[in-house]
């Protein structure tokens, strides 16, 4: 009788212990019931978005630092959840030059299978990675680079959070017009203007932008004269210029370019009553850290940075206040054009675009969701929105939200100064003192 009374519990005690295990909060139970705070859910397998930076050669500096805002970006999206709970995963490509560009497209897109790719703060760069996205059906996400020929060759998955040239090279010569011209009490077309750019597709469709716009509004274009950014010696061209005497001058340079050309006109006594930089080395710290005083007084025609709170949402002055503390922590600084762009489009992308995609496997779904983005201007923390210009348009996936603005050099510092809604500070020295009489 024993025996078969143990025969008989064994079974059910096996029963009882299954049963239990089933009613309990095993580890083993699926990650999306769990609700609570306490709860451990599985990890979600990261987005995987291709990141492709000038990280060596020539442009590191500005590529390296435009990967860190956007990178920044992600980090503080993944703090705050991801992307619909899935963390996000920057895979790194280097490119110093076009060649490279197109390569590390080809290996992000085949090798690691990536369905959407950021990037590249050049224009040359862009050029060459875009179209390798486009022939493979991969979203291409421009950040920075300027060149107007991105937007224009009829491609369906490349996109353009950022200014474009035109957009900076018609902000220059508005403010002209509309700013220096009469500061200057010079009638716009008896004013003298200079035009100089390096002769790479940023500073050429840079300039060719202003050019036209120049000649539209009557303004008297007194020279217009390329150069090489790697350029040792810029004598020449200071020369050249000094002869015409232009009022103002608008560069389109490079930060080693831009430094060079400012102690070669001081070194040879130019003195344009106005200076405008269009981004890129006019833009960065590193031009009053090499100029100290002499910087003071130039204008730059870039995209807007550290703007007047006003002019933001709330949700975005509170962005802006986190962006600006941490990149302090990083770099001892304050955030440059630049860097805003890469950031406040990477954080755009990855809280108001993709949580909208059906899906973030498929290029066509994330395709969807840029198109369908409407982020009214105010929202980024540079003041910008988001609303991309249809298939069907010339410039088609170009933000008609993005806008260039005006800082200038005061005090060692960039601040903003027009439009007025987006200004800081005060326009100070129009015109420009002679070198002679500045910093006195």
Request: proline content about 6%; glycine content about 6%; overall charge negative.
């Amino acid at each position: 009788m024993f025996q078969r009374k143990r025969k008989v519990f064994w079974p059910i005690l096996l029963l009882a212990i299954v049963f239990a295990a089933g009613c309990s909060g095993s580890p083993s139970a699926p990650a999306d019931q769990s609700t609570g705070p306490s709860s451990s859910p599985e990890k979600k397998d990261p987005i995987k978005i291709g990141a492709i930076f000038p990280l060596s050669g020539s442009l590191a500096l500005l590529g390296t630092e435009s990967f860190e805002a956007a990178d920044l970006a992600r980090k503080i999206v993944n703090e705050q959840g991801g992307v619909n709970g899935r963390p996000v995963e920057f895979i790194k490509a280097d490119a110093p030059d076009a060649t490279a560009a197109a390569n590390e497209a080809n290996r992000l897109i085949s090798k690691e299978g990536v369905k959407l790719i950021i990037g590249t703060y050049a224009s040359g760069l862009a050029l060459a990675a875009a179209p390798v996205a486009e022939r493979n059906g991969v979203v291409y996400y421009e950040l920075i680079a300027s060149s107007d020929k991105l937007n224009q060759q009829g491609f369906r998955y490349v996109f353009r959070v950022n200014d474009n040239s035109t957009k900076l090279g018609t902000a220059a010569v508005d403010f002209v017009e509309e700013a220096l011209a009469p500061r200057l009490q010079i009638e716009p077309e008896k004013l003298k203007l200079a035009v100089i750019f390096e002769d790479g597709a940023f500073g050429t469709a840079a300039a060719e932008i202003v050019k036209s716009r120049a000649l539209q509004s009557g303004i008297n274009l007194v020279a217009y004269e390329n150069y090489k950014a790697t350029s040792v010696d810029l004598s020449s061209l200071v020369l050249k210029l000094k002869e015409v005497n232009p009022d103002v001058i608008i560069a389109a340079s490079y930060v080693n370019d831009a430094v060079l050309f400012q102690k070669q006109a001081k070194q040879y006594d130019l003195n344009p009553k106005a200076f405008i930089g269009i981004t890129a080395g006019y833009g960065l710290p590193d031009l009053a850290e090499n100029l100290g005083k002499d910087a003071n007084g130039i204008f730059v025609v870039e995209a807007p940075a550290m703007v007047n709170p006003e002019a933001l949402t709330e949700e975005a002055r509170k962005l802006d206040e986190e962006f600006r503390k941490r990149w302090q922590e990083m770099k001892g600084r304050d955030p440059a054009g630049h860097a805003y762009r890469a950031f406040s489009g990477t954080y755009a992308l990855l809280t108001q675009i993709l949580p909208n995609a059906a899906s973030v496997e498929d290029s066509e779904a994330i395709r969807e969701a840029l198109l369908k983005a409407d982020i009214p201007e105010g929202s980024l923390p540079n003041g910008w929105g988001i609303k991309f210009l249809p298939e069907i348009d010339p410039n088609a996936g170009l933000n008609e939200r993005s806008f260039a603005a005006i800082q200038q050099w005061q005090d060692e510092k960039l601040v903003m100064v027009w439009p007025e809604k987006l200004a800081t500070a005060e326009i100070k020295d129009v015109p420009l003192p002679p070198w002679k009489d500045r910093n006195k």
